[in-house]
């Protein structure tokens, strides 16, 4: 079992960036896929970015690709999640997730933090 607390959010203008964190508990850190989700008001929860157990693999959605950069740092226990040029649309509450079976996090993965709001400005 793994806990998940996300950290980072905060409000900023549209064009500029955030760093979200994810520090996870635990020591089997390394063997957990990892995702970032995030959730508008009124919206349903959607992915926003994952990245493989190693740190090898990164996936991420069209609406976030080359503006949004997923990572780890395994010695650290926490996966990060580097936001830039950011636009009033990424404004939602932010999660992350942790699977030790899917090779990324899905909607229906088993751990998640509390999340973390983001709100960008025009």
């Known amino acids: 079992q793994v806990q998940l607390v996300e950290s980072g959010g905060g409000l900023v203008q549209a064009g500029g960036s955030l760093r979200l964190s994810c520090a996870a508990s635990g020591r089997t850190f390394s063997s957990y896929a990892m995702g970032w989700f995030r959730q508008a008001p009124g919206k349903e929860r959607e992915f926003v970015a994952a990245?493989?157990?190693?740190?090898?693999?990164?996936y991420y959605p069209d609406s976030v690709k080359g503006r949004f950069t997923i990572s780890r740092d395994n010695a650290k226990n926490t996966a990060y999640l580097q936001m830039n040029s950011l636009k009033p649309e990424d404004t939602a509450v932010y999660y992350c997730a942790a699977d030790s079976v899917r090779y990324i996090p899905t909607i229906t993965s088993p751990y998640w933090g509390q999340g973390t709001q983001v709100t960008v400005s025009s």
């Open positions: 990245i493989n157990q190693k740190g090898g693999a990164t």
